[in-house]
């Protein structure tokens, strides 16, 4: 029961923090210092990914309507979307470069996933996003995901291959991307939402077929945290999704930027205290 009550809190925050460009890295190794679960090593790198897959079937539910590619006609006929078929299309180029950091994900896990890069990429971003703001960068000249061009998608998907390393924030890297290529704030985050879909199912398949792989099985206790995670995440989404959204019609992203480099700096605490101990 002690583990199905850390899965809801992991669930909680995965379905926050994968959303807001805030790290969801960063709040893992925080609370991995508080909480740990009686499951193997293996099994933990493994649900710290996979957990997003309840997050993500989030995007499919609150967005179906404008990502399912086939409609019926006047005459009930089943016909293909056109214009949504554009937009998977620019989602594929944009999902190209983060796809290629699969191959070197068990290095990226060994060198990077610490306390000290994660806080780096945490206050560095952060800094960004003040900057961007504050220095007037945001120059809003695409209003609709269906404004985004094939090259645009295509350096937007540039930016997301820099979250492979921890603490960049997948949400937050495209953001930044986007808000330089002249996307409004409330149309890049619409488009980072519809990139998670397949970076984070071919993420997530790429660990669980690697856990399998290397000869591990599931216990019951493993698949109910996982199954209770995913659950929680999902449903936490929801709610997520929708605040971002309707934040970013109204407000900028300098309140990510301050909360980013505050949590940095409560990374590099805790690292200097787990040296200490």
Known sequence: MLDILKAIIYGVIEGITEWLPVSS?????????????SFSDAFMEMFRVVIQLGAILAVVVIFWNKLWPFARNR?????AVVPIWRLWAKIVVAS????????????????????Y?????LIVYGVLFLIIENRGLVQPKL????????????????????AVIPGTSRSGATIVG??????????????????AIPAMVGASGFKLLKFMLAG????????????????????????AIRFLMNFVKRHNFKAFGYYRIVLGIVVLLAAAATALA
């Open 117 to 121: 890069t994660v806080a780096c990429m």
């Open 25 to 37: 890295t960063g709040h893992m190794i925080l609370a991995e210092q508080v909480m740990h679960f």
């Open 178 to 195: 986007g808000l330089l290529l002249g996307l409004s704030r409330a149309c890049v985050a619409e488009f980072t939402f519809y990139l």
């Open 75 to 79: 005459k009930g006929k089943v016909v």
């Open 216 to 239: 591990n099985a599931i216990t019951g206790a493993e698949m109910g945290a996982l199954a209770v995670g995913c659950v929680v995440a999902f449903a936490v989404s929801m709610f």
């Open 96 to 115: 190209i470069p983060a796809a290629t950091c699969l191959l070197i994900d068990d290095w990226i896990d060994e060198h990077f996933y610490n306390f």
């Open 143 to 162: 209003q609709n995901v269906s404004q985004i061009t094939y090259r645009d998608a295509l350096i937007i998907g540039l930016w997301q291959m820099l």
